[in-house]
């Protein structure tokens, strides 16, 4: 299951309601559980109160989240988010300027720190609460990937190695990673392979264990000259396991909009050893089983995901 915000945790703590959300797709046939982008325990990380934080008081009731999944037999990370230029007031890797006037601070070395112990502090966290991994929201211009599209690679490499020696090494760390940001679909931040790999391979010296590389539409090649995705070029590059991800199954009478067929897409990319596992996103906000039904071969049984179906939870 793909980190979707929900933001249906007031005061910023996971209630019973949402562990039963997880816990419908665990027990739908959903293997691994990324949960929505969650909060590191910082002042900044975002200004919504309904978007879910991990801080040592939110410990138990994540506790409870992650039992009602380990009970239905699937794997769940947690994402560690901070929204960084995202948010306002926000921070970055650079300063923002929208109209002539600074928008979002560029963090000072101090602060560079500060903002590495909140992730540590919340990676500790969640290994108290239980979970299998961490994922590092490093996609979509948020604050880690405001580093990495400053050059800063070096400053994901500190912040994952900062945690690795915090959480030891029974929990596994993920990083999602993107072309694309929330504010522009066409973004790039990597033009050849090269560029990728000089990137890649220092965070999976770093500590990386998984990437998560997220695409819009998986099926799309992203270099000239191969049709390998994102994910087959990072899973080539680093040979760690890899996710794919990008509008997978969202409507099952034609599953990828104006893409090929998605299962069968899918399996061939998966055959040749593009990817390890397959992150499905909308599609299981309206239907908890769309896992077990397209495995039993029952997608006209399969709820087809509206705009409306936002609004339902769990």
Known sequence: MAPMTRKKSPGRSPTITVAEHYRRRAAGGVGLIITEGTLVDHPLASADSDIPQITPATVDAWRGVVDAVHREGAGVFLQLCHQGPVARPGISATRVMENGREVVAKADSQQEQSLADAFVRSADSARAAGFDGVELHG????????????????????????????VGAELILALRFSQWTVRDHAARQFDSPQQLERALLPLKEAGIDVFHASTRRFWVPEFAD???NLAGWTRNITDAPTITVGNIGLVTSQFCGDGPESAGELQRRFDRGEFDMAAIGRPLISDAEWCDKVRDGRTDAIVDYTSEANEIYP
């Open 139 to 166: 996609a979509h211009a948020y604050l880690l990937d405001s580093f990495l599209r400053a050059g800063r690679v070096d400053y994901l490499c500190d912040v994952v190695n900062e945690t690795r020696s915090g």
């Open 226 to 228: 191969s049709d390998l």
